[in-house]
């Protein structure tokens, strides 16, 4: 135990979090207009619990019709559901809050006061991998990056957790049993 304190003690720790600091605020002070916040934040509650994923993905199953594209479109949707599953037993055992700057309140509501890693990266990556194939990968990659980015802009999430995140969600959805 007393190893892993002196660890997150070390200067190197303290220069990352320091470097996530200064990215997130650079995030929620460059770009900002109240029309601009007002549509990444509507993008980004599209996402809120994988909704708009686990919704491509059954509804897509559907209009396939049975068979093998229907049940891959339907094992993406699980493996989305298991990614936002992962990233919350992750999120309750970590236990990081989420980041508070002085003047630069939240722009969009949260349900949860936990941070690390970022649901909507870790669901948007394992979609855009898992989808992959059924659907266009740049435009999936697009949309799981503007989610991604935008909860930094957003003051909720700090990049840290939008890169474990994304890396987390791509590594699931790769890695996902057969």
Same mark, same amino acid.
């Given at each position: 135990?007393?190893? &892993?304190?002196v660890l997150?003690? &070390? *200067?190197a720790v303290t220069r990352l979090a320091g470097l996530d600091v200064h990215l997130l605020r650079f995030a929620r002070t460059r770009g900002h207009t109240p029309g601009r916040e007002r549509v990444v934040s509507t993008y980004s509650q599209l996402g809120e619990h994988a909704a708009c994923w $686990?919704?491509?993905g059954g509804l897509s199953g559907l209009a396939a019709g049975p =068979?093998?594209?229907r049940r891959r479109w339907w094992r993406g949707a699980g493996i989305v559901a298991g990614a936002y599953t992962i990233n919350y037993l992750i999120k309750v055992s970590v236990r990081r809050p989420r980041p508070e700057l002085a003047g630069l309140p939240p722009l969009s509501p949260v349900f949860s006061g936990l941070s690390f890693p970022s649901a909507h990266a870790t669901t948007s990556f394992a979609a855009a991998r898992a989808y992959a194939g059924l /659907? *266009? /990968?740049p435009a999936l990659y697009a949309a799981a990056f /503007?989610? /991604?980015l935008s909860r *930094?802009? $957003? =003051?909720?999430?700090?990049? &840290?957790d939008v890169a474990a995140g994304a890396v987390l969600g791509t590594a699931l959805a790769t890695g996902w049993p057969r």
């Open positions: 135990m007393q190893e &892993s304190v997150l003690q &070390s *200067p $686990l919704v491509l =068979g093998e594209r /659907a *266009p /990968a /503007a989610f /991604a *930094p802009y $957003l =003051g909720v999430h700090y990049p &840290s």
